[in-house]
């Protein structure tokens, strides 16, 4: 297939590129070539281009970021997608779109299934949600796969940040009343190769399986590292930031399952990869 990828040169961008290469002819773009806030530029793009699948990795990804930059986090999240879909339509071909747990309220005691009311909180999560409903009003043909605590090789993220930490500090204050899974790009990159190969479309959870706080996996993080650091709860009320995250932000992996595709890995095993390569 030919594959459109925006966001190339992101996090997963790096691991869609790896897993894909192989098999497919990527057009791979970023901001710079293609604006996807741009509509008529996004449009021409893709109709030059004439992909058979679109995925979509860019986005404002920033939490903090969107409450102060409220304007951008509509552009990329919300209109971004939205033109797009548009795009897609036009050519005829499908969209993957990336998005996330954050669209929901975290206010649940169990994990979240694909059809659960949607309630986000933050203006990252509303952004988000957005471009989720350009596309449902827009395209028939359409992978819409939420995910969840990306990290990867490429980029900032949250297990890169504790082993930093770690080198300067021998106690580290980590949030223990937010769970989720914490999700290995690469693995992800591998679930969205399989997607497009079906036409299977829809909603997906996907995360890699089991779950945990952010403090429990510090913890876990600095068990594999073999590293002595002290790791102390403290609530999210006290670890003052600008956007407010969901608590409870599992995602159940129900529809991939579903439709006959194997659970992605135990995160356990996933950070254990991670923290090898990166040594």
Request: proline share 4%; aromatic share 10%; hydrophobic share 35%.
């Amino acid at each position: 297939m030919k594959i459109l990828i925006t966001g190339s040169n992101g996090m997963l961008g790096h691991d869609l590129q790896e897993v894909l290469k192989d098999k497919h002819d990527l057009i791979l773009t970023t901001s710079k070539t293609l604006d996807i806030t741009d509509k008529q530029h996004t449009i021409d793009f893709i109709c030059d281009a004439n992909p058979d699948i679109v995925i979509n990795s860019a986005a404002y990804t920033d939490v903090d970021g969107c409450e102060e930059n409220q304007d951008i986090a509509y552009a990329v999240n919300g209109d971004g997608v939205r033109n797009l879909a548009l795009a897609c339509k036009q050519v005829d071909c499908p969209l993957v779109h990336v998005s996330t747990d954050y669209v929901f309220n975290g206010k649940s005691d169990r994990p979240w299934v694909e059809d659960d009311e949607i309630g986000p909180i933050s203006v990252y999560g509303k952004s988000k949600r957005k471009g989720e409903e350009a596309i449902f009003e827009i395209l028939d043909k359409y992978f819409i796969v939420r995910t969840a605590w990306l990290y990867g090789i490429n980029g900032k993220n949250f297990p890169k940040t504790m082993l930093e930490l770690a080198k300067n500090h021998s106690e580290i204050t980590v949030v223990y009343d937010e769970v989720g899974t914490p999700t290995y790009t690469p693995d992800l990159a591998y679930g969205i190769s399989q997607l497009i190969e079906s036409d299977f479309y829809g909603i997906y959870h996907l995360t890699n399986s089991g779950n945990c706080s952010w403090c429990e996996f510090a913890r876990y993080i600095f068990e594999v590292a073999e590293m002595d650091v002290k790791v102390i709860p403290v609530t999210a009320s006290e670890f003052a930031r600008a956007a407010p995250r969901p608590s409870y932000s599992v995602l159940e992996n129900k529809n991939w399952v579903k439709n006959g595709f194997e659970p992605l890995r135990s995160y356990k095993e996933a950070i254990k990869e991670y923290i090898e390569l990166i040594k």
